[in-house]
Structures are given as C-alpha cells and as structure tokens.
C-alpha cells in the first residue's frame, strides 16, 4: 500500500524560505508529484520529480530521495499569495499505475 | 481551454435523496478521475476512466455510490439514497495519458447532506 506523510501545518513569514517535507512507504512509484490548493479552490499541479534529485520551477523546488523515502517542496521568497495548502502524490506502479495518491497535505501560512 | 467543468457548484440535499454530480473533462483527455476531500480522509480516488471505460473503482464507498461516463465529454457521479457522512467535496480531474502525472482538476462541488 502508500502512505505519505506530511506536517499538517507550517508557518513563515513574507520573503523567507520554507520546506514542505514528505515520507512516504510505498511498494514502488514512478514519481513525486507537488499540488497546491487554495481554500475553497481545486488542487493545482506544481512539480513532478521522476528521478532523484532537484527540480527547480521558478520559486519553487522539489526534491526526492528513493533511498531515503523522502522527498520536499522548497518555496523561496515567500509571498503572502502562497499561504494554502500542499499535497505531495505518487503513482503507484502496482495496485493500478495510473491511480494518483495523494499525501495528507500541510497548510502553509505566510505571515507578514 | 476552458478546464475541467463541474456542476453544480454547491449542492445542498437532504438524507435519503438521490444526488447527481457532473464532470466535463477537458477535451482529448482520456482519463477521468474522481476524487473525494475531506478533513479526515484527505483526497481519495473513488474511481477512475480511461477512453470512458471504468478501470478502477475500488474507491467507491459502497453500493450506494455509481459513476459512468457515456461519452468522451461527460462523466456523472452518483449517489443514491445520501447519507450526512457523504457531505464533502467532490472533485472531477483529468489527464490526457497515464505518464502523465499532471492532472487537471475542476472547481469541485461541495456536497452537504442534511
């Protein structure tokens, strides 16, 4: 099965940097994706790392460890318009490949 | 594009009637996804499409929850008779190929069960 856990909240302030970590155990992946959500919005893609490593999209970053069974999202220079919440998601390459699921989510809070 | 369309926005019912949720993936997508969110149990993948044939719908709560897609364009989620414990919000997503891991997501209907 998966499991992907996430701190449930992180709080920052404007213009700083913040790391959104995610472990996980699962069987097998093809990826680590990145979603954001604004309260009341739909969960919006960020970034996807197939392999290890860091995969930078503008202000934001995301890494992934196989070996460690870890993996963040790094958000620099912190704008207010960044406070919602994040998801980290795998697909599972067995159960059913094409079955996104997603981790337990952190809401992040910018604060001037 | 216009993305993935959702209707209706805001669905208000009470227990014991019958609901019916809509999803206009976005056009040359060949997988459609519905998912559920709640506080307690997070995103969950209640069934999901490829070419308008269910592929996996182990996710479904129980009996009392169906889904079909009748055509390339349009896909409903229904749920007969609903219960107060289905009050959530449920999202449709596409993507257009199982490599794919981006997924397009619509605004979602946000269910309450009286």
């Known amino acids: 099965g998966q499991s992907l856990e996430q701190p449930s909240e992180v709080t920052a302030v404007e213009g700083a940097i913040v790391q959104i970590n995610c472990t996980y155990q699962t069987s097998g992946f093809y990826g680590l994706s990145w979603y954001q959500q604004h309260d009341g919005g739909a969960p919006t893609f960020l970034s996807y790392n197939a392999l290890d490593g860091l995969e930078e999209t503008g202000r934001f970053s995301s890494f992934l460890s196989r070996s460690d069974s870890y993996g963040y999202l790094l958000l620099q220079e912190l704008q207010m318009k960044d406070s919602a919440s994040y998801f980290c998601a795998v697909r599972p390459i067995t159960g059913g490949g094409n079955k996104l699921t997603f981790g337990t989510g952190t809401q992040l809070k910018v604060e001037l | 594009d216009a993305g993935v369309i959702q209707s209706p926005r805001h669905e208000v019912t009470e227990m014991g009637q019958e609901v019916t949720l809509r999803c206009k993936p976005i056009?040359?997508?060949?997988?459609l996804f519905w998912y559920r969110q709640t506080m307690m149990r997070g995103l969950e993948l209640l069934i999901y499409?490829?070419?308008?044939?269910?592929?996996?719908d182990s996710g479904m709560p129980e009996d009392r929850f169906s889904a079909k897609m009748p055509n390339a364009s349009f896909s409903t989620l229904k749920i007969q008779p609903s219960e107060p414990r289905d009050s959530a919000v449920y999202f449709c997503?596409?993507?257009?190929?199982?490599?794919?891991?981006?997924?397009?997501f619509g605004s979602g209907t946000q269910l309450s069960v009286l």
């Open positions: 997503a596409s993507s257009p190929n199982p490599t794919n891991e981006k997924l397009f």
């Open positions: 499409f490829n070419n308008n044939v269910p592929i996996d």
């Open positions: 056009s040359g997508h060949d997988y």
